[in-house]
């Protein structure tokens, strides 16, 4: 029995190290996101001020240097598609972060059972159970999960601007260029709303941990209350 408690201490431990190196972990994260956004705005902003004003006559998208705005709508669909796959990246990672975290305050609760103690070392910042829709990921991955977003945002925009005062086409592109605007349009729709409703399901998700961990917190605070009651009523029976 000693030895099971010995290893049950030893991997409560291992875990609360491990989630420690977790958070270490962010400044190699920070790095990797960094370069890639770098990357992409870098790839993206040279082919926009090298875009002329018309669309291609032919199936070609450069000339002399020169790119036509066919180029720049087909890079623009993969570089949102790549900052939405970033975007649920960064939430998916802060997801993981948050669950852990949950799990290093059972760990806690455990051996600070004095709510009082705990909330002295630990305090209410260092809490998994009390957050909300804004801010249920930690928010060094909340903000790279909102600069994701709001980068395709930036790229509807700027393509609108280009389309709306610089396009000089004849009637018979016009048609091909109103439809793979309105296709990029629709495309960008669903990538952002996918982003958000791929954040209300991680959130549920969360909200579910949250549920459960009350719940269990609940139980162990019966059986306690429980096992006081038979001491106690143990040692009125001893003392009668």
Not at 167 to 191: H, K, P, Q, R
């Amino acid at each position: 029995m000693c030895d099971n408690d010995n290893n049950i201490f030893e991997l409560e431990k291992t875990l609360h190290e491990q989630y420690a190196i977790n958070i270490n972990a962010h400044t190699s994260n920070f790095v990797s996101f960094l370069v890639g956004i770098l990357a992409i705005f870098g790839s993206y902003g040279y082919v926009y001020v090298s875009t002329c004003n018309e669309f291609a006559n032919e199936n070609v998208i450069l000339n002399k240097d020169v790119f036509y705005l066919d180029a720049l709508l087909y890079l623009s669909f993969v570089v949102n598609g790549i900052l939405a796959f970033m975007s649920i990246l960064s939430l998916h990672l802060g997801y993981s972060i948050r669950r852990d975290h949950l799990i290093i305050q059972k760990i806690r609760d455990k051996y600070y059972q004095n709510e009082i103690v705990k909330k002295n070392i630990f305090g209410n910042i260092y809490k998994a159970d009390n957050k909300f829709f804004k801010n249920f990921i930690p928010e060094y991955y909340n903000n790279f999960y909102y600069l994701f977003l709001f980068s395709q945002i930036f790229i509807v925009i700027t393509i609108a601007i280009k389309f709306c005062h610089n396009i000089n086409f004849e009637w018979d592109i016009c048609i091909y260029g109103l439809m793979i605007s309105i296709v990029f349009l629709i495309f960008n729709i669903f990538l952002i709303s996918f982003c958000f409703r791929r954040r209300e399901s991680t959130y549920r998700k969360y909200q579910n941990n949250i549920i459960e961990y009350k719940i269990s917190k609940t139980q162990n605070c019966c059986l306690k209350n429980c096992f006081k009651k038979l001491i106690y009523k143990f040692r009125c029976f001893k003392i009668c």
